[in-house]
């Protein structure tokens, strides 16, 4: 990452955006998205909190996989039940 970082400042194209995970004073993690953009004489960095946008995402995908779950035990269910039917 730091050669993308330093080919990026070299040439003054936008820094890579990194995703990090940090700890707070108060012990709780934060997710936190941070970039740049090299300019002569200012660099403008920011460091944004992303932590309920990843929890949202990290909830969702929960909800997915135990719909896919609940989706082939049905099917499975179904196929049982067809299977008893044609006997």
Partial sequence: RR???GEATEQNRALPI????VICRDGS???V????IPSTGVNLIFIQDVT???RAENALKHMNDELE???EQRTS???????RVNS
């Avoid at 998205?33 to 740049?36: A, F, I, L």
């Fill in 3 to 5: 050669a993308d970082m």
């Fill in 18 to 21: 990194l995703s990090s995970t």
């Fill in 29 to 31: 993690d934060k997710f």
């Fill in 33 to 36: 998205e941070s970039g740049g």
């Fill in 52 to 54: 309920e946008r990843k």
């Fill in 69 to 71: 779950e609940r989706v």
């Fill in 77 to 83: 269910d179904w196929h049982v039940r067809l299977d």
